[in-house]
């Protein structure tokens, strides 16, 4: 591997001869492959794969599986994430709490932090994830529909956009663009784009974005930033700029001594911050460090009262929100979504668990379902930011009909028996992934259908009789034509 020669020299002083020549080595060692399951959709792992310290769902393969001809990865039952980034779930369990929070994942495409987060938070919590490059959005969008979680906005903006949204957020990620020395293994071009120039840019830009969004995370709210880098220009220079421009508290989090994590390497600080090596610890590089914004902050507002809570490390526990414990008097309850009758809304209340805990949401031909007690918040992100999709999409118009949408398939809130379903089989599936004609069997019954692999749903066809449509999303099909040989799954 050729690595860039002020790379080289800067990386050499900053970890030592000889760290930096078995760094070297293992960047030319094979890079492990390693997936993160989903709470949500259990399914028949296959056992005996090592799992990941500091990620309760996260297992190394011994294999890289053939993911793309795998339908249970099409329908959300895990998310294929190198290890070191699932280090972001010690800051959540150490600093999080037990009560509800709003959070943000600030640069959040394709959407392997936010899938885990979305995991993790505590039940009613609210996660925002952005991205301001629209088309990553979209992918966004799509990982995190398939994940399945209904409480999520995706919204494409700007960091500058969310300024207005002040003391908006508990907990925000700033998982920034940065040099991506940590992806050489992973990415060569990661290695022809790095440039002593490049690091720079980026180390001015992940300050502007933290600059921007800093307004917007409550008093006491906890900040975490991460990269894939390995240069303190980015990493440790910029946190001790955010703790001495914003007077924000680094906070330690809690580690064992066996994952062998790299601490400060800044010359003349020791502030804790988390660095991944991969010639210490099986994953690629990663650094990541936990910030608490100063400050105690009560809110009054209508029959909101918000208390956010600068806590001491040892104390678990975000916020106090009253009025979410209680159950908050909703904007628009038991009002009837205007182009939906009674008896359709009543339909498809039934489609989904805890209907009672959301608004459904009609917008052009499309309804949603959108957590009540959120509805405020909504309002707040739609004036200042571009929304690419907010709560669960359940239904589309079709003439007078309601026909369900892919993405409630998909939803860990799915009614189990709220459609008949078919279990299809392993070419079935894929026939069906690639969008083409599915041929059910003669005792399926006509209509919608939600069809099953291995007993987790993947979509709907509607079954015309000789033959079913299919209603798998065009954009998300498989496009390719081939099937390798032999497919290796992470399931049996
Ligand atoms: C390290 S990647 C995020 C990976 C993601 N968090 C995950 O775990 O899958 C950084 C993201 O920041 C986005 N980005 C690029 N420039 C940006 C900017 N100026 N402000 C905010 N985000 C930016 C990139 O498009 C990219 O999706």
């Keep these: 591997m050729e690595l860039p020669v002020s790379f080289a020299d800067y990386t050499r002083t900053l970890l030592g001869d000889e760290d930096y020549k078995e760094l070297v080595t293992s960047l030319e060692s094979e890079q492990s492959v390693s997936i993160r399951l989903n709470p949500l959709k259990p399914f028949a792992f296959r056992s005996g794969e090592h799992a990941?310290?500091?990620?309760?769902?996260?297992?190394?393969?011994?294999?890289?599986?053939?993911?793309?001809?795998?339908?249970?990865?099409?329908?959300?039952?895990?998310?294929?994430?190198?290890?070191?980034?699932?280090?972001?779930?010690?800051?959540?369990?150490?600093?999080?709490?037990?009560?509800p929070v709003v959070m943000l994942d600030l640069c959040a495409?394709?959407?392997?932090?936010?899938?885990?987060?979305?995991?993790?938070?505590?039940?009613?919590?609210?996660?925002?994830?952005?991205?301001?490059?629209?088309?990553?959005?979209?992918?966004?969008?799509?990982?995190?529909?398939?994940?399945?979680?209904?409480?999520?906005?995706?919204?494409?903006?700007?960091?500058?956009?969310?300024?207005?949204?002040?003391?908006?957020?508990?907990?925000?990620?700033?998982?920034?663009?940065?040099?991506?020395?940590?992806?050489?293994?992973?990415?060569?071009?990661?290695?022809?784009?790095?440039?002593?120039?490049?690091v720079e840019i980026c180390r001015q830009r992940q300050r502007r974005i933290i600059a921007d969004i800093w307004p917007c995370l409550k008093p006491g709210g906890i900040l975490i930033y991460s990269t894939c880098?390995?240069?303190?220009?980015?990493?440790?220079?910029?946190?001790?700029?955010?703790?001495?421009?914003?007077?924000?508290?680094?906070?330690?989090?809690?580690?064992?001594?066996?994952?062998?994590?790299?601490?400060?390497?800044?010359?003349?600080?020791?502030?804790?911050?988390?660095?991944?090596?991969?010639?210490?610890?099986?994953?690629?590089?990663?650094?990541?460090?936990?910030?608490?914004?100063?400050?105690?902050?009560v809110r009054n507002s209508g029959d909101k009262q918000l208390i956010s809570l600068a806590i001491a490390p040892e104390t678990p526990g975000l916020r106090v929100e009253k009025s979410r414990e209680k159950g908050r008097k909703v904007q628009g309850k038991g009002k009837q979504t205007p182009g939906l009758s009674k008896e359709q809304l009543a339909i498809l209340q039934k489609w989904i668990f805890t209907?009672?805990?959301?608004?459904?949401?009609?917008?052009?031909?499309?309804?949603?379902?959108?957590?009540?007690?959120?509805?405020?918040?909504?309002?707040?992100?739609?004036?200042?930011?571009?929304?690419?999709q907010a709560g669960l999409e359940i239904a589309g118009q079709k003439g007078k009909d309601w026909i369900p949408c892919h993405a409630l398939a998909v939803s860990g809130i799915l009614v189990s028996d709220a459609f008949p379903c078919e279990e299809i089989s392993y070419e079935q599936a894929i026939a069906y992934l690639r969008k083409e004609a599915v041929t059910l069997s003669d005792a399926a019954p006509r209509g919608v259908v939600l069809l099953t692999y291995k007993h987790v749903p993947l979509g709907f066809v509607k079954n015309i009789g000789n033959r079913a449509n299919n209603l798998y999303p065009q954009e998300w099909r498989i496009r390719s034509g081939y099937l390798p040989e032999t497919v290796v799954k992470v399931h049996s």
């Design 109 to 198: 495409a394709p959407g392997g932090k936010s899938t885990h987060i979305r995991s993790l938070l505590p039940d009613n919590s609210l996660l925002i994830a952005n991205e301001v490059i629209r088309n990553r959005s979209q992918i966004l969008a799509e990982n995190l529909t398939k994940w399945g979680h209904p409480d999520v906005v995706v919204t494409n903006s700007d960091p500058s956009d969310f300024t207005p949204l002040e003391d908006f957020f508990d907990v925000i990620l700033t998982d920034v663009p940065c040099s991506g020395e940590g992806m050489f293994r992973k990415d060569p071009v990661a290695i022809s784009e790095w440039s002593p120039e490049n």
């Design 52 to 99: 990941v310290p500091w990620c309760t769902s996260g297992f190394y393969l011994e294999e890289r599986p053939t993911f793309t001809f795998d339908p249970l990865f099409h329908a959300g039952c895990y998310y294929v994430q190198e290890a070191s980034s699932m280090f972001v779930e010690q800051a959540l369990k150490q600093y999080m709490g037990e009560e």
């Design 355 to 388: 209907a009672d805990k959301y608004e459904f949401i009609q917008k052009g031909g499309n309804v949603s379902a959108f957590p009540k007690c959120y509805i405020p918040e909504l309002s707040a992100l739609q004036s200042s930011l571009r929304i690419v």
């Design 229 to 297: 880098t390995y240069n303190t220009k980015e990493n440790e220079e910029n946190i001790r700029w955010i703790r001495d421009e914003f007077g924000a508290e680094v906070l330690p989090l809690d580690v064992a001594e066996e994952w062998n994590i790299t601490g400060n390497l800044l010359q003349g600080e020791s502030f804790p911050v988390y660095r991944f090596l991969p010639h210490k610890t099986q994953g690629e590089g990663f650094f990541l460090a936990v910030l608490r914004k100063p400050g105690m902050s």
